[in-house]
C-alpha cells in the first residue's frame, strides 16, 4: 500500500484523541496471535515474528526505526538473535530496513522481489536466499513454509504458512472486510482472484494481514467474491458501452457497503477494475 495511508489515518487519530503526538512517535506493539507466533505493529503496518528455541525468524521489517525498535525489543523478551528475515514482497513500506537485522539474519524473498529490490534501489538489505514456487524453512524445530500463488497485487507476493500455529501471513492482497486499496494499484487481474483461490486451499484458521486486524480463512473467501463481483460488473458495463464515469455512479457493490475504505475507495476500484479490464480488452 502507499505511504500516504499513514498521515491520513494519524490526522484523524490526532483529532480523536485531541493529543498531539510526538512527530515521529508510531503506534508499536508485539501481541501474540498463537502458540510462538507473534504479530508486529508499527502504526498501520504488521507483520509477524515467529520464536524457536534457535532464534527468531522476522517477517517484513517495515522500516528502519521499526526494524530497531523490534530488535530491540526481541533482545529483551525472548533474548534470542534473529536468524531469518522474510520479505513478503518488494513493496518499500513493507520491507524498508532489513538492514537493521542483516546482522544475524539470513534474508529470503522471491526471486522477482530479489531482482526488484536491487532495480529499484530500494532501502533495505538485498535477498541472500530467492525462490520461484516454493520454500521452506526450519529452524529449532519449527517451521514456515514460503509459497507464491501467482501474480496478484504484485508480481513477487508470496504467502508465509505456519502449520503448527494454524496461521497463514499474507500482505495487501486479502485485505480483511475492507476494500482493494485505491484503484489497485500494480495489480495483476484475474491472476490476483486465482491467487486468493489457492490461499483459500490452503490449510489454516487465522488470517494474518500486513494491514488491519486478523482474519479467518472466510474472509479470504469474501474477498474474492467482493473482486469478482467488482470485475463481472465492470465487465458487463464495458460491453454495453458504459463510461468510466458512469460505471462510477451505477455500481454500487452495496453488499460491502459495511466494509472498510466503501465510501472511500468503491469509485477508486472500479477505475483500477476498468483499467485492468480495457487493458484485456484490447485488440478484440
Ligand atoms: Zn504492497
Redesign the pocket.
Known sequence: ?KKAFAPVLMSALFALSGVALAQGEAKRSITKIAGDLYRFQNNFHFSVLLVTPDGIIVTDPINADAAKWLKAEIATRFGKPVKYLIY??D?V??IAGGEVFAETATVVAHAQAKRDIIDEKRPTAVPEITFSDELTIELGGKTVELSYLGRS??DN?IVMRFPAERALYA??FIPIRTLA?KNL??AYIPDWMDAIARVEQMDFDILAP?HGPLGTKADATAFRRYMNELHDQVIKADRAGKSLAEMQESIRLEAYADWGNYDKHRALNIEGMYNQVRLHRRGN
Open positions: 500500500m513478503s514482497h513493496h513500506d513493507h497485487h504484485s507476493m500482505v495487501d486499496w494499484t500494480d500486513g
